[in-house]
């Protein structure tokens, strides 16, 4: 099993940058891919930045060029810098592992892009 704790979401202008962290209970080196997924009202989850075991990344089209995801073994991390937020980025954000077939879930954290 992983349990993931995600942090750092929060309230923020437009332009502005906000950085999420996802905390997993067990080594990342294990998890075969980790990603961000975020979930605006009334709108599905969708995959916007992954990153796999060989520190390999996807971003999808709405947040290339403006999000970076990153992971640290250390920590057992992944983490996501957003840059130039616009409130169209409004959302709960949420962690997932893929880890031996299955996939696993934070409880997600709000960002709230707005003046």
């Known amino acids: 099993q992983v349990q993931l704790v995600e942090s750092g979401g929060g309230l923020v202008q437009p332009g502005g940058s906000l950085r999420l962290s996802c905390a997993a209970s067990r080594s990342i080196d294990n998890i075969a891919a980790m990603g961000w997924f975020r979930q605006a009202p009334g709108k599905q989850r969708d995959l916007i930045a992954s990153i796999n075991s060989n520190s390999a990344t996807n971003y999808g089209d709405s947040v290339k060029g403006r999000f970076t995801i990153s992971r640290d073994t250390t920590k057992n991390t992944v983490s996501l810098q957003m840059n130039s937020l616009k409130p169209e980025d409004t959302a709960v954000y949420y962690c997932?592992?893929?880890?031996?077939?299955?996939?696993?879930w934070g409880k997600g954290t709000l960002v709230t892009v707005s003046s």
């Open positions: 997932q592992a893929q880890y031996y077939g299955l996939v696993y």
